[in-house]
């Protein structure tokens, strides 16, 4: 199947620092990776689409100048939380489609704790 | 806008089988996910319906309906190792691939 990693997997930050978190899909080529976040015993909630080469789509409410989101190679997407705070404390996973039927394979995930 | 309903809990027993179910209500439907996720790591990859009817693969099979709006997992033999939450998500027209995630069955797998 396809394998994607994430790095850090897990990170603690002080509160006003930027973050940021990196998605590699390892055997296969995603134009189109997704970052979503999740908070405990919560489903999925999408925040962006990264399209390689192009801009990110944010989903409503979420703020493109706080998730700052580059996909700068067919590999590699990063997210950067800017000026944290402890409200953007959370798991945060990506995921890069893969496969005839563009199934999404996921990252292993970071956690994210600001204080 | 989309809705995807799932029961939160299930129990059940080791050895035996489970089916958990899912119905949804979408504009415009392309096509039905399973995954499974532990607690603290992302989800895994389980199975993928766009046609009516059951998929197998191994002790998991899935099941759509399209005109029901209804799709279940079923899981044999369980094991313990099973006790995970199972999320059902669909892509849906004008979502592209964008999964809309249900929210979750969290399923615990006894002795």
């Known amino acids: 199947g396809a394998v994607v990693s994430q790095h850090p997997s897990r990170v603690i930050c002080k509160s006003g620092t930027s973050v940021k978190i990196e998605c590699r899909s390892l055997d296969f080529q995603a134009t189109t990776m997704f970052w979503y976040r999740q908070f405990p015993k919560k489903s999925l909630m999408l925040m962006a689409t990264s399209n390689e080469g192009s801009k990110a789509t944010y989903e409503q409410g979420v703020e493109k100048d706080k998730f700052l989101i580059n996909h700068a190679s067919l590999t590699l997407s990063t997210l950067t939380v800017t000026s944290a705070h402890p409200e953007d404390s959370s798991f945060y996973i990506c995921?890069?489609?893969?496969?005839?039927?563009?199934?999404?394979?996921f990252g292993p995930g970071t956690r994210l704790t600001v204080l | 806008g989309q809705n995807i309903d799932q029961p939160t809990e299930m129990t059940a027993t080791e050895g035996a089988i489970v089916q958990i179910n899912c119905t949804y209500q979408?504009?415009?439907?392309?096509?039905l996910f399973w995954y499974q996720q532990h607690a603290g790591e992302a989800p895994t990859f389980l199975s993928y319906n766009v046609l009516d009817g059951l998929e197998e693969k191994g002790r998991f099979s899935s099941f759509l309906s399209r005109s029901k709006g209804y799709s279940y997992l079923l899981l044999k033999e369980l094991q313990m190792k099973d006790s995970a939450s199972y999320l059902c998500a669909v892509t849906h027209g004008g979502g592209g691939n964008k999964l809309t995630f249900g929210t979750g069955t969290q399923l615990k797998v006894e002795l």
């Open positions: 979408t504009s415009g439907f392309n096509g």
């Open positions: 995921s890069g489609l893969a496969g005839e039927t563009d199934t999404q394979y």
